[in-house]
Structures are given as C-alpha cells and as structure tokens.
C-alpha cells in the first residue's frame, strides 16, 4: 500500500539545522505542485500550492514521509495535494505529500 503513496524530495533532503522550508497552504490549491528538478534535486515547485494534512491522511502521510528518513534526520508530512504531480506531469496515484525534515524538540 506504501508504494500507492507517492512522496517526494523536498530542496534539501539531507540538510537540518537551521534550514527553513517554505510552508504549504491553509488549503489545496486549485494548481497542483509538481515535482521538477533543480540542479541535480527533486523539489516541489510550489509547496504552497499544497493543503494541510488532516487527520484522516496523518498516518498515510507519516509512513510516506519515514521512507525517506536516514540515520540523521527523520521528515514529518506538512503538506498534502490530491492531485499533485510527478516529474513527468502525471498524477500521483493517491495525491501526495510535502515531506520535510521534522522539527527538533
């Protein structure tokens, strides 16, 4: 069921500290965000073009943005679009989610 939910690379995978990501939307966007790449990332062209996540799609979410944690840093789902867009302008198949790496506590 993981690979239905598709995620993808926000600007700065790997980076913490300080870095701060821009801010997905009170609501979904009419345009949906697409991945493109820039320099040799994958990013979300326009996260704020993403909604917020509700309760219903927290956990869809939260497992979708773990595929991408690593041993230093672990991502939080911030946004979700039902129709976002893959690299080639294609629907993900059950929407997608802005993943950044979570806030520390």
């Known amino acids: 069921m993981l690979a239905r939910h598709v995620v993808l690379f926000c600007a700065a995978l790997v980076l913490t500290g300080c870095a701060v990501y821009p801010s997905a939307g009170s609501v979904e966007a009419d345009t949906p965000p697409q ?3 820039r320099g040799d990332v994958r990013v979300w062209d326009n996260p704020g073009n993403f909604g ?3 309760a219903e799609r927290a956990d869809a979410g939260a497992k979708v943005c773990a595929s ?3 041993d230093k840093v672990r991502h939080e789902a911030r946004g979700y679009h039902s129709r976002a867009l893959d690299l080639e302008g294609k629907p993900f198949v059950g929407g997608g989610y ?3 790496p979570a806030r520390r506590s």
């Open 35 to 37: 991945i493109v790449v």
């Open 68 to 70: 991408l944690d690593n």
């Open 52 to 54: 917020p996540v509700t």
């Open 98 to 100: 802005y993943c950044v």
